[in-house]
Each structure stands twice: as C-alpha cells, then as structure tokens.
C-alpha cells in the first residue's frame, strides 16, 4: 500500500497487479497515479483516466504537458512539490512526491485535486477587492443605493463631496440627506420615482457638481440598484467662463479692428494715371475673388499694404478682419509665439494660453510683410500651414485647422536670398502663386499731381485751414523723384500743410533737399534756381520770399514800404495777393 501524510519522499515498492487495489483506487474522486523513475505511468485510477487520459503504459509526458516539473522533481529528489494544472475549465493541484526504494528514486506519486471552485472564489474575492479598489480610487463621486434609496456603498471622492465620513453615510436614505441639508435634492430618489436615468445641478459648499442617477434592473426588469455619479465641475466651469470671456474680449478687438481699418482706409485713396499702376490695381481686383496666396513687390513705401486692403476690400472675407503682421519689427525669439500663439507654461513667463494671429485671422486675411525677416524655423511652420492648413500652438500637442488666406510682402530680392540660403525655395514657390510688383513713384510720374492734390486736400480738412501750392513749389514737387515712395509724398505734403505760414505754399517752405539747388545768395547777388523754373515764376518766389522776410523784421507795413522804398499801397496790395498775413 501506497499512504503517507509526510512531505517527504516515501519507500516504496510497485506491487503486482491487484484488482482489489485498482478497485479501491477506482472509487477516489482525485485523480491517482503513480509513475516509475522513467517516467511511464505503473498505476492510474478511473479519474485519471477520464480527467487526464492517462492509464498504466503510457508515458506521462505524454498526457502531462507540465511533466518537466515532475521530471525535475524525480531528479532532485525534494519534498512534495505542487504544481496547478489547467484543463479545459477544470483546474486542479497536483501533488508530486518522490517514491523511493532502498534509498533510490523509484518513481513519483500524483495525486491531482481539483480547485476549479477555490479559484473562482478567489478570483471573486481578488475581483471584490479589486472594484473596491477602482471605486474608491475614482475622482468621482459614487454611490450605490437599493430600490429603497438606502446607500449600500459610497467611495471616498462621494463622501468628501458631502463632507462627512463614508461609515456615516452607508445605512442611510436619501431622504435623510435631504432632511440634514446635505443636499437639496437627490438625483437616487429621482430615478426611483420615474425609473429613468437624471441628471441634475448641484451645488455643495464652493464646488458645483453634476449628479447622475443611474437604474440598474434585473433580469425581470425589476430595478436592483441605483448608482449615482458626482463630478465636480468647479474648475470646468470656471474654464467655460474664462473662454466666453477671452472669445468676447476676442471678437471685441476684432471689431476694433476692422473699425480701424475702415477708418485708415477713408484718407488713402488708390490714385493710378499710369499704366504701370493701373496694371497692378487690375491685378489686385482680379485676384480678391479667390482665395490663393499673393506675394507683393515693390520698394519700401510705395503701398503694399494699400493693395493688400484693397485686395481685402473686394473679397468675399470682407466681414473678417486682415490681420496685418510686420515680421521686422517683433524679435526673431518671439515671432513664432506671435504667430501660432502658446500654450500655459510653452516657456518661461507663460502664465496662460494666447491665440496667435492665424487663430485672430480665422476666416479673414494675413498679411505678412516684410516676410523675407521671418527666421528660418517660423518659415518651416509657415510652409507647413500653407501645406495642409494645420497650426500647433507653442507647446501645444493638438493641431488646429484655421481657415486663412496669406498675403505676404517685400521689398527684398527674395530669390538672392534664396541663393544665400536665408528664404526657402519651397516656401517662396508657395508663396508666389500670384505676384503684384506695385511701382514705385517715380515710375508713375502720372500719378504724381493728382496724389500731391489729394493730400493736400485731405490734411486741410484735417488742420481745418486752406492751403494751395505755387506753380514754382508745384513743379518743384513734379520733379522730385521720392525715394520714400508713397508714404514719403504724404509725410511732405501733411508737413507743408502745418508748418507753411500763409496760405500760399511757395518754393522757400519746401526743404531744401525737394526744391534741388537750395536758395542761396551768391557773391554777386544774384541767386541760384532750378532750372526747371521760368523767369516770371523766379520773380514771383523772389518777391514772395522778401515780403516774407519784411513782415518778420518790421513791426508794421509802414516800416516795411519804407525799407523796400515802395508805397504802403504796394506792399498791402502784395500781401493779400500772396496771402502773407
């Protein structure tokens, strides 16, 4: 016989066949059996058959997938050893204990208990633990009631929402919370009354909650349980009002925006004689109706931007603004954050998030000038914009598509740059889908007179006075080639508004640098002019220009008369014609 209690090795020796034996063996409910040192199966009883498969003859590793165990445990020889084994649904504890005969390995005895029920009330139990684990975990609130509106469990977050212990709070009903003020309504008595899932607001001390009652019905379609959610919701409200305001404090400047833009654009009107201009004006017109990149060219002041507003103007993004970005004037270490905006804590100073100018374009227009100073790394992100109309914010994860349409500007030589390796070649072709060359003045010699008219008229309103200009200041300015362009002629002509003393704007009030050859007295007495002048216009300035002087030198038009030896019929009858007061 076979029997020890002992974890230890047993000695034994294999006994003939006895059927008595197998038959007592046959009425174990634990799978028997016991193999030689080789591993071949000496003795097997019925439910090692039907369990395993397995009967005298047959080799164990055969049946056994886990037989290197055994093997390993007929080797060494240790104590019993225990081994799970899995079949099918089945699982079951095999038992290992070496036989020994005169001090020799002679096999091993196996005994397999099934534990099929141990481990599933193990794993309920590990499963148990664990829930409890997760519900407790949970930043949420939870809370289990019974049709009855007890609360059956609630975790920690729950607990804290109400401000006491959650002992306290399992046992009670929901209409008792309601009664101690805990809450003012209950979202658990809520479902039990209508059956339905409910959502109500809550507000608990400083924190606001959203309560959802959730029913739990059998198989029956009784209800079981209700499980109530909370989630506080404080700082995901405040978020909301801090987006309503920043996108009110948004849209405000973008109305202050294009109220400025209406108001700048009402004193710069779009003078084109020549054809030169006329060109670029046609082209600009052409182009407002689509939404492709334009790239303008042209010298420093001669009216980029002027194009850009009317390109604006004319298109279908009219009602959004044109955001308008001088790329020179923002350091290269900033330029990006402009542009794409940032992130809370992107560097360093970053105390919030901030939309950039492509997020304040959205739907409208860009404009870039000066684009041939944006840095390297913002071309990149600029190229990849115009590549798939996708921005990420500094220090952002998530891109964001945004609607705008680029107009860029320079008055570089783009592709000498590109030869330099300072412009990107892929960027510049994108880019330069559509290109204006606005000329500059003193290409458009046609427009000269009537821009110069223009502004004059538009800083008297302005100033509130009357100005005009002499034939003499007249072709002087004609003659003027403006390196400044456009916005040099404006500057000129706002100064002789408000710094000429009479009404009359003569050669003496422009700077010496437009009249050509400066006013000077010569060894002789005679005085140096333009060429362009004529001898009556030469006269004319001459005499404006000595009663000019008259009136600062003498105190009154007697003195006056009697230092030039004229009458004071003269000198009056000349001062009203010039308009010197």
Not at 65 to 73: D, R
Not at 286 to 313: F, M, T, Y
Not at 327 to 336: K, M, N, T
Not at 551 to 559: A, D, F, L, S, T
Request: hydrophobic letters at 40%.
């Amino acid at each position: 016989m076979i029997a020890n209690d002992q974890n230890f090795p047993l000695e034994v020796a294999f006994p003939p066949q006895d059927y008595s034996l197998h038959s007592l063996l046959d009425r174990a409910s634990q799978a028997l059996l016991a193999v030689d040192a080789g591993g071949m199966t000496q003795i097997a009883n019925q439910a090692a058959w039907e369990i395993l498969g397995c009967r005298p003859g047959i080799p164990l590793k055969d049946v056994l997938p886990e037989w290197p165990q055994v093997s390993a445990t007929l080797q060494t020889r240790q104590q019993s050893v225990e081994i799970p084994v899995q079949r099918g649904d089945l699982s079951f504890l095999a038992r290992i204990t070496p036989l020994l005969t005169n001090g020799a390995t002679a096999g091993a005895l196996c005994v397999f208990e099934e534990r099929t029920a141990f481990n599933e009330m193990a794993d309920k139990i590990g499963a148990s633990y664990t829930l409890d684990a997760i519900i407790d975990s949970s930043s949420d609130g939870l809370c289990i009631c019974d049709p009855q509106g007890k609360i059956l469990r609630i975790n920690r977050a729950s607990a804290r929402f109400y401000g006491v212990n959650a002992s306290e709070m399992v046992g009670r009903t929901v209409t008792e919370l309601v009664e101690l003020g805990l809450i003012d309504r209950s979202a658990a008595w809520e479902v039990i009354k209508s059956g339905e899932l409910c959502n109500i607001l809550q507000q608990r001390g400083s924190r606001k909650l959203i309560v959802t009652g959730t029913p739990i019905y059998n198989s029956d379609g009784a209800l079981l349980q209700v499980v109530v959610s909370e989630r506080d919701i404080t700082e995901i409200d405040t978020l909301r009002h801090e987006l309503e305001e920043q996108q009110a404090m948004k849209d405000q400047y973008l109305l202050q925006i294009l109220d400025l833009q209406k108001t700048a654009l009402k004193g710069r009107q779009l003078i084109a004689r020549s054809p030169c201009m006329i060109k670029a004006l046609t082209q600009a017109l052409k182009v407002s109706g689509v939404s492709s990149s334009v790239l303008i060219l042209g010298e420093s002041g001669v009216g980029k931007g002027v194009i850009a507003d009317l390109i604006h103007k004319n298109s279908n993004r009219a009602e959004k603004p044109i955001i308008k970005l001088n790329c020179g004037a923002i350091p290269e270490s900033l330029i990006e954050s402009e542009l794409f905006g940032y992130e809370k804590g992107a560097f360093t100073g970053a105390q919030g998030s901030k939309p950039g100018y492509f997020e304040m374009a959205d739907g409208g227009l860009l404009f870039l000038d000066e684009i041939a100073e944006l840095p390297l790394a913002a071309q990149v992100k600029l190229l990849r914009f115009l590549e798939d109309g996708c921005i990420m914010r500094l220090g952002g994860t998530e891109p964001k598509t945004v609607d705008v349409r680029i107009i860029a500007a320079t008055h570089r030589d783009l592709e000498t740059m590109i030869e330099q390796g300072k412009f990107r070649l892929d960027l510049y072709y994108r880019l330069n889908v559509i290109p204006i060359h606005v000329p500059a003045v003193r290409e458009r010699k046609d427009c000269i007179l009537p821009m110069i008219h223009h502004y004059i008229r538009h800083f008297c309103e302005q100033a509130k006075v009357r100005k005009r200009l002499t034939r003499a200041a007249t072709d002087a300015l004609l003659n003027y080639n403006y390196p400044g362009n456009v916005r040099e002629l404006m500057n000129l002509c706002e100064r002789l508004v408000v710094m000429s003393e009479t009404e009359l704007i003569d050669l003496p009030d422009l700077p010496g640098h437009v009249a050509g050859r400066v006013i000077r007295e010569s060894a002789d007495g005679c005085e140096a002019w333009p060429e362009q002048m004529s001898l009556p216009q030469i006269i004319e300035s001459v005499e404006r220009a000595v009663l000019t002087r008259g009136m600062k030198r003498h105190r009154n038009q007697v003195c006056m008369a009697e230092a030039l030896g004229v009458n004071q019929s003269t000198i009056t009858r000349k001062l009203k014609r010039y308009g010197i007061r």
